[in-house]
């Protein structure tokens, strides 16, 4: 059904300390083909405050990203385009470092939050 997430979403999540290199093999390797989505924390982030996609993936950034546009997104979202945008929509939450989503699927919702924990802030 397009309009709704397949029944099993495969789901990547890692850290990549804002490498460049990390991202691209990440993105552009021959296994980025078996990932519905990429939950990123420290994304590698480039001058223009845009990160490194593909034409493969829907980039989602922070919901706070044009309302504090000084602060660096140190969570990013990246979904597959070969999911309907139909089957998925971005919940506005409050943080540079938060992206959340949730998908519409065969059996119900999924909220996925994606949340870069820096250790040594507490906001």
């Known amino acids: 059904?397009?309009?709704?997430?397949?029944?099993?979403?495969?789901?990547?999540?890692?850290?990549?300390?804002r490498s460049g290199v990390t991202q691209h093999s990440l993105l552009h390797g021959p296994h980025s083909k078996h990932w519905d989505v990429y939950a990123l924390q420290e994304p590698h982030i480039r001058p223009n405050k845009c990160t490194i996609s593909s034409p493969k993936f829907y980039t989602v950034y922070p919901s706070t990203r044009f309302t504090d546009p000084d602060r660096v997104s140190r969570a990013v979202t990246l979904i597959s385009t070969s999911l309907s945008t139909n089957a998925w929509h971005q919940i506005p939450f409050p943080?540079?470092?938060?992206?959340?989503?949730?998908?519409?699927?065969?059996?119900?919702?999924?909220?996925l939050i994606n949340v870069y924990n820096d250790c040594n802030e507490h906001d």
Do not use: E, Y
């Open 1 to 17: 059904m397009p309009n709704q997430a397949p029944p099993h979403l495969r789901i990547w999540q890692q850290n990549l300390n």
């Open 95 to 111: 943080s540079p470092d938060v992206v959340v989503i949730q998908f519409v699927g065969p059996h119900n919702r999924t909220t």
